[in-house]
């Protein structure tokens, strides 16, 4: 399976694709795409298309893993956050990929085992997870988290956690009983 992680921005988009082989997860590529603040709106949504759909073309993914919009200080940097996010989703399902969403705190706590953790923490377990030679830049960093998330966590993920069995079915069908019943006191 192949997923694409995305990072939307209207002034920095980061991607990152990786690859699971069975157990094992690898990294294929990652990348930011700047896009000139001077441009109106308009044409950097337009080019955040265009590049989009090129990394999409190249590295033909499975599933698209985005971020769910989360509540901003800043309605105006929101709203064209909503604008990028909103191109993004468009050009996945126009080049027929499946989309994901994660919350940004299930992102983190799933890269790093804490929901609050900081871009540099991020960053550098993304580095460690995929084995990399250096820290990716912190807009393909949080891409790459995401398509990790969905490995870990998405269809397939959850398809294997429904094979296991949980640690109460595991437990003899007496000592269950036993547990259920109250204790009485002594």
């Not at 995305?6 to 690898?26: A, F, K, M, Q, S």
């Not at 993914?61 to 309605?75: I, N, Q, R």
């Not at 960053?123 to 998330?149: H, I, N, Y």
């Amino acid at each position: 399976m192949i997923t694409v992680g995305i990072d939307p921005g209207t002034r920095r988009l980061g991607w990152g694709v990786v690859r699971r082989d069975g157990n094992r997860i690898r990294h294929v590529a990652h990348g930011v795409i700047v896009l000139d603040p001077k441009k109106s709106l308009a044409q950097r949504l337009h080019r955040i298309e265009l590049e989009l759909v090129r990394v999409l073309e190249a590295h033909q993914p499975d599933v698209g893993s985005v971020e769910t919009l989360f509540f901003h200080k800043d309605a105006q940097a929101a709203a064209k956050l909503g604008h990028a996010r909103g191109v993004v989703l468009s050009s996945l399902v126009r080049v027929g990929v499946d989309v994901a969403e994660y919350q940004p705190t299930r992102v983190k706590r799933t890269v790093t085992g804490r929901g609050h953790a900081d871009k540099r923490q991020v960053a550098e377990m993304v580095r460690a997870l995929l084995s990399l030679d250096e820290v990716p830049p912190s807009d393909a960093a949080d891409a790459l988290a995401l398509a990790l998330t969905h490995l870990r966590l998405g269809p397939a993920a959850e398809a294997v956690a429904a094979r296991q069995p949980t640690a109460r079915s595991r437990l003899p069908e007496a000592l269950r009983r036993r547990r259920s019943k109250p204790r009485r006191a002594v």
